[in-house]
């Protein structure tokens, strides 16, 4: 595949560069509290490609993969702190992007709320898009499809 239809994105002070080869798995707001703290952000944008679909331009050293969870593990870049990447031994093989690290448009929309039982009060969500709860069978067979 060309270049040209690679998706760049970096980190806030420009060290850390990657591309992601379309087309990608899913791209969703997930409210969980893990990507709220992690983030500062009461929801976190994540699209994910399969790991062999992405691949460093600059910076990898700068990277430090953080275990935020038994399963999960989240990379953000040393030198500015920007959270950058999450993979999980629930989704193997794959590799989350944060959407807002992109430098322009993805081959999607945002499909979906994931988590939405742990979204914040004081933020108003208006948009259409399905919100799955943690237990809902729809995000189950999400997370499966994800694996
Ligand atoms: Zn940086
Ligand atoms: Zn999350």
């Given at each position: 595949m060309s270049e040209k239809t690679e998706f760049i994105g970096d980190c806030q002070c420009g060290e850390v560069r990657f591309a992601a080869t379309p087309p990608t798995l899913f791209c969703a707001h997930c409210h969980c509290d893990f990507c709220r703290r992690a983030h500062g952000a009461p929801v976190v944008t994540w699209f994910g490609v399969p790991e062999n679909q992405f691949r460093f331009?600059?910076?990898?050293?700068l990277v430090t993969w953080y275990a935020s969870s038994k399963q999960g593990r989240r990379g953000f870049c040393t030198r500015c702190g920007s959270t950058l990447f999450y993979t999980s031994s629930l989704s193997p093989g794959e590799v989350h992007i944060?959407?807002?690290?992109?430098q322009g448009g993805i081959d999607r929309p945002p499909d979906l709320h994931v988590?939405?039982?742990?979204?914040?009060?004081?933020l108003e969500f208006n948009d259409d898009l399905p919100r799955l709860d943690k237990e809902n069978e729809l995000l189950a067979h999400y997370k499966k499809v994800e694996v």
């Amino acid at each position: 595949m060309s270049e040209k239809t690679e998706f760049i994105g970096d980190c806030q002070c420009g060290e850390v560069r990657f591309a992601a080869t379309p087309p990608t798995l899913f791209c969703a707001h997930c409210h969980c509290d893990f990507c709220r703290r992690a983030h500062g952000a009461p929801v976190v944008t994540w699209f994910g490609v399969p790991e062999n679909q992405f691949r460093f331009l600059a910076g990898e050293d700068l990277v430090t993969w953080y275990a935020s969870s038994k399963q999960g593990r989240r990379g953000f870049c040393t030198r500015c702190g920007s959270t950058l990447f999450y993979t999980s031994s629930l989704s193997p093989g794959e590799v989350h992007i944060a959407r807002a690290n992109m430098q322009g448009g993805i081959d999607r929309p945002p499909d979906l709320h994931v988590f939405f039982d742990a979204h914040v009060e004081w933020l108003e969500f208006n948009d259409d898009l399905p919100r799955l709860d943690k237990e809902n069978e729809l995000l189950a067979h999400y997370k499966k499809v994800e694996v």
